[in-house]
């Protein structure tokens, strides 16, 4: 039996575009590779129900209303050794929760970047990015963030500053990290800031990002 992966899409405020296209790709990809089986949903409630997935993938964005039992559900969920994936807007989620903001590993900051960039893959050993060059170019919206730190992620990608307005980031040490991930409890995260752009969903390289971060979650 395949194992089942949530999608989970509640927004409130900005509603972005790519949520259709995202959950039509990550479904197909898990159709094509026979690995996992997606199951979408706007409603939060369903993170009652965890008990029959394996990883769980916020599209979510704003001050979704997650009460206390859907809160620790996720959190628990993730410690005795469940998967989570956040994409994009997902660090723009609960971001004056805690437990979540612990759970991800950093907070949206803003994007003061919209516009092709080059970015530098760290790690070339991991499941999500050992199909990438050692530098590539991207067109993305790319975010910054607060309460992150290398001392509590593994880096996987990250923005080269020499192709972007230094004078607009945000961040007094000019460390922007673009994709990273860690254990938690027994469980593992994984964070991709791409994903802003529909359009990005549908080149090769972002799919099988994907498809090695959740290959790496549900191991």
């Not at 995202?22 to 993170?47: D, H, P, Q, Y």
């Not at 628990?76 to 612990?102: I, Q």
């Not at 001392?151 to 972007?164: E, F, G, K, M, Q």
Request: proline share 3%; with cysteine; glycine share 8%.
């Amino acid at each position: 039996m395949k194992p089942a992966v949530l999608i989970l899409t509640t927004t409130v405020g900005y509603r972005h575009s790519y949520i259709p296209t995202a959950v039509e790709v990550l479904t197909k990809i898990g159709e094509r590779t026979g690995r996992f089986e997606v199951f979408a949903s706007e409603e939060i409630e369903e993170l009652r129900n965890l008990d029959r997935y394996r990883c769980v993938i916020f599209l979510t964005c704003g001050d979704i209303e997650m009460g206390k039992e859907e809160l620790s559900n996720l959190i628990s969920f993730v410690r005795k050794g469940g998967g989570f994936l956040g994409v994009h807007n997902a660090t723009d989620t609960l971001k004056s929760v805690k437990e979540y903001t612990d759970l991800i590993g950093g907070v949206f900051n803003g994007h003061p970047w919209r516009q092709k960039v080059t970015v530098i893959v760290e790690d070339r050993e991991h499941p999500s990015t050992r199909h990438l060059p050692a530098r590539f170019r991207v067109e993305e919206e790319v975010y910054t963030f607060d309460k992150w730190s290398r001392d509590r992620t593994h880096v996987l990608i990250s923005l080269d500053v020499r192709s972007v307005d230094l004078s607009k980031g945000n961040r007094k040490d000019n460390d922007y990290a673009l994709s990273w991930c860690h254990k938690f409890g027994e469980g593992k995260v994984l964070y991709t800031a791409f994903g802003h752009f529909p359009r990005l969903w549908r080149e090769e390289w972002f799919q099988r990002h994907l498809f090695g971060a959740l290959e790496w979650l549900l191991q």
